[in-house]
């Protein structure tokens, strides 16, 4: 096709080689987390490496930022070159940016469930009672004797060392029986795990990329948000947005963060350690921030 008729005829008058036609297409998305996208089509005359060069806006007034939205944050993360005649290739770019160039927070609370050992739910000790000298407790709980060691000794007073079984309040829960004393079966035979119901926060941040870690909530000598495996008090989360929730406490199980042209999207996540109790995550095996 001739140049004058892709110029007239698509996009206005074609530029001299080495320039770009007006912008063909420009399109904007804002998600519920703040971040922009945006994608904005043009149409270059000239060599296939001018045309890749032309592609990443360098030489532009500033430096990768969006030609036409006037967002300092919306800048360049990618962009395609193809060829649509001899000399002549669309550029497609790809940009993504802060809403209105500023720190935007949202946050979402999930309920869902996991199978968890029966021994871990909150009422377990109260259903198998303690044991009796036949190793049996409430509901058909049955205990097995905890070896305990002693001595003794011989005819000829050499020590021997011994092994005792005893049967107590801190013997080990082993399995419930099948039917209860009338002969009906045993409502809690069989039960090895249940659902626990499960609390989880997230909260994501979009920031315009360069901003530091001077954000709210957030300290740049030491910035607390990388602590995953790190437990946090409701106080300390206040200003990720977390709810109060009694003496329990959050596990940070998850954190993701990428650069996405001129914005940075960060997420975490955070667990609570119970919804059925008011206790906090085990201090013994998860260290406080």
Excluded: C
Excluded at 93 to 122: C, M, N, W
Excluded at 228 to 242: E, F, I, N
């Amino acid at each position: 096709m001739a140049h004058d008729e892709w110029g007239t005829e698509r996009f206005g008058s074609i530029k001299p080689d080495g320039a770009e036609v007006r912008g063909l297409e420009s399109n904007f998305q804002i998600a519920p987390d703040g971040l922009v996208t945006a994608s904005y089509s043009t149409v270059f005359r000239g060599t296939e490496p001018e045309a890749i060069a032309a592609g990443a806006l360098t030489g532009a007034g500033v430096e990768g930022t969006h030609p036409t939205a006037g967002m300092a944050s919306l800048m360049i993360h990618g962009f395609t070159v193809n060829r649509i005649a001899e000399d002549t290739f669309r550029i497609n770019r790809q940009f993504y940016g802060a809403k209105d160039d500023a720190f935007t927070r949202t946050i979402k609370l999930t309920v869902d469930s996991s199978g968890e050992p029966i021994e871990t739910h909150g009422e377990f000790d109260t259903w198998i009672g303690v044991p009796d000298e036949d190793g049996e407790g409430s509901n058909g709980a049955m205990f097995k004797a905890r070896e305990t060691k002693g001595s003794t000794t011989d005819d000829a007073d050499n020590p021997i060392d011994t092994i005792e079984h005893v049967m107590d309040d801190n013997s080990p829960f082993s399995h419930f029986l099948p039917f209860d004393d009338a002969g009906d079966k045993n409502k809690f035979f069989g039960l090895e795990s249940y659902l626990a119901p499960r609390l989880t926060f997230v909260s994501v941040v979009v920031a315009p990329w360069g901003t530091g870690w001077g954000l709210p909530g957030i300290v740049a000598a030491n910035n607390p948000i990388y602590n995953v495996g790190q437990t946090y008090t409701g106080a300390a989360l206040v200003g990720y947005g977390a709810p109060a929730i009694g003496n329990r406490n959050w596990l940070l199980t998850n954190l993701n963060e990428e650069k996405l042209g001129g914005a940075l999207r960060m997420q975490a996540t955070w667990a609570a350690s119970s919804i059925q109790t008011d206790e906090p995550w085990n201090d013994e095996v998860y260290d406080a921030s």
